[in-house]
């Protein structure tokens, strides 16, 4: 199993609130996290790391060898609600942390499984045989929106609400997750990324060079054209490559 991630301030913000992670799981899994985080400056940062932290801390400690679905997927539900209450607990505690929140999407990558919990807009593609297919829903107005057909996938990519999510870490006491498995064929790839990566390419862009980016064994070239379409948001792009096929 292969892994690596990237992140960049972008072409017009002054700080970096996203963070990310790539790691070996006891038991051969790989973990990969992309949190984006919001609220003020010093919020944004402070809560992606609380979030980032917490969800490794906990999945560390959980996740070992020979655990079926179920398992991994508590231990998800637990590392969910970890990064959940740090942040909510420090913004409880500090008053001009008050509002912080964070997205979290992340993945615990077995040999041909891989398991994902994810909450806000960041999101998660599977790239098999050169065709690239996002795995999760954003949890964002306009995609309740596109979701009771009052406006169109078109229209949601230019909605003066198309960066107002709906759930986010922190920001509750409670936070319902979307928590799923998917099979895993040899040659398979994941891309997480925040949504300062997809929203300044196109989608047949994000697959093209998430496949050049899995050559050459970096993202740059996702950050790069995001770069260049403007880079108006901090971007953040993990990947991950599963066995190659045999020959």
């Known amino acids: 199993m292969w892994m690596m991630g990237e992140t960049d301030v972008g072409q017009k913000r002054k700080s ?4 990310f992670l790539t790691e070996q ?5 790989g973990l ?5 985080g919001m609220g003020g400056e010093r919020g944004g940062a402070v809560a992606s790391g609380l979030a980032l932290s917490a969800a490794a801390e906990s999945l560390r400690r959980s996740v070992g060898a020979g655990m079926n679905e179920n398992s991994i997927r508590r231990a998800l539900e637990c590392a969910g609600a970890a990064a959940n209450a740090a942040v909510f607990d420090a913004a409880s505690q500090d008053a001009t942390l008050h509002g912080m929140g964070t997205t979290l999407v992340g993945a615990v990558v077995q040999e041909d499984s891989a398991h994902f919990l994810h909450a806000g807009d960041s999101r998660a593609y599977l790239l098999r045989d050169d065709l690239l297919t996002q795995l999760t829903v954003d949890h964002t107005v306009v995609q309740m929106l596109v979701d009771r057909g009052e406006i169109s996938e078109r229209d949601a990519k230019v909605h003066p609400q198309r960066h107002y999510i709906t759930r986010a870490v922190g920001v509750g006491e409670q936070l319902r997750y979307d928590i799923f498995s998917i099979d895993l064929l040899p040659g398979d790839a994941l891309l997480l990324c925040s949504d300062g990566l997809y929203n300044y390419l196109s989608h047949e862009d994000l697959c093209a060079l998430a496949a050049v980016a899995l050559r050459c064994g970096s993202a740059k070239p996702l950050i790069d ?6 880079g108006g948001d901090n971007i953040t792009a993990v990947l991950c490559r ?5 020959k």
Do not use: P, Y
């Open 32 to 36: 990969l996290l992309v949190c984006d």
């Open 225 to 230: 054209r995001a770069n260049e379409n403007g």
């Open 25 to 29: 799981l006891s038991g051969e899994s």
């Open 16 to 19: 970096n609130q996203d963070t």
């Open 242 to 246: 599963t066995a190659n096929r045999e």
